[in-house]
């Protein structure tokens, strides 16, 4: 198991007439968590589509607990259960500075050739840093 | 059963570097079908939250098919399929121009009164239309 | 002077806690008036970028008149009064349904040539139709 | 003259097609700037809202100089070089991790009343932190 958190402030521009944060920017924190994870398990996924590998998201799930408002500071968590082959599954958790769950969710990310845009496995190096 | 479509044009700040359209998007997409299936079945969102009740998304679910790229033009599906008590559950398809499916996926809201920010039924007339 | 108008929908998402559309998104609403624009000129961005052309944005304005809300019904009207040599300048209006002006304002953008990123005059073709 | 830095990294959803920033975003990135330049001055905006006094924008102003791309770690900078008084005026600067600017821009915003929705003077307490 691999997990990695940080926080984000939300923005003005993410919430919406409800004052709320609006549902589909909780698929934006996901990825910008699963950027620092990557980070931090020693594969920047800029490095790595550069490299000629892309992570198309083949599924998202979000379940929405409590509403985030406006300059909120919620902690982002991602973590990684499974050592990945072709596929990574990823699981969030977004809590709020009560300690509240504001959003639950997964996603699932092909590895593929950026050339070709044909699947291929993770990178060798990428998965012995998450099994690390 | 009552279903609705209407076409989007993926806007050019609706794609990424991949070239496709942000997988976040798509949440955005159901949110558009939504609004104008609601709109078909007699009650305008809008009017409906200038009545005193609010729709908070609970859940989401996307699972991505095929990358639509910028200038396409989508169509947005819309069904619902059980009448809804103090939930709906709504599922969406988005096809392209070739009839291809991009997405599919749902959304499960909840009725809410917009003073009190607690649970309510929902309206009798929306319900009496999406059963006509 | 070629103008081109069309409607945009607002959609929830793209409004705010002010109950207004955010501010940012009238830059995105002037980039869906000149896709149209340009397609009616007989010269869709998509084929443009197809046949190796970029148009980056090199500046940007915009004045607020008045807030648009959810679900208002807007007209973006995108309008270039010179004919382009290697920028093009263009305007817009965008007005609600009372008729109202909710938001002015210009871009300017650049042709350049997408294998080596370098300026380049606009396509004969373009300037043609935009002369009409 | 009052300024305020941070840094941002950019997410693969503030990207498009041609692998840049979407310009629209500038003018987000110019929120997040005068949110936390606010907030150094002793008036959170979130709190300002709570108070009854909103602070919509009037006009904003891009010139991109650079493009930027996914990952840049961007240093956004805001400053205020009057007084103000009813209107305050923002300058603001994008620069990348060699230095180089990516983007210069300027907003103007009121300070109203969220009651009445009526300009008002900005508030006192505001007036003197940033006079410092």
């Excluded at 083949?58 to 500071?73: M, V």
């Excluded at 509240?100 to 996603?107: D, E, I, K, M, Q």
């Excluded at 845009?117 to 990178?123: F, G, S």
Aim: charged letters at 25%; a negative charge.
């Amino acid at each position: 198991m691999f997990s990695f958190s940080l926080t984000h402030r939300v923005a003005y521009y993410e919430t919406d007439t409800m004052g709320y944060v609006h549902h589909s920017n909780y698929v934006r924190f996901f990825e910008i968590a699963r950027t620092e994870l990557m980070r931090t398990a020693g594969l920047s996924y800029a490095e790595l589509e550069a490299s000629g590998v892309m992570m198309p998201v083949l599924e998202a799930h979000c379940r929405y607990h409590q509403p985030a408002r406006y300059d909120e500071l919620l902690t982002l968590k991602a973590t990684v259960r499974e050592t990945p082959v072709t596929r990574i599954h990823i699981d969030y958790e977004i809590t709020n500075e009560q300690g509240l769950t504001v959003c639950t969710g997964s996603t699932s990310l092909a590895f593929i050739d950026a050339a070709t845009r044909k699947p291929r496995r993770a990178p060798d190096d990428f998965v012995r840093r998450l099994d690390g």
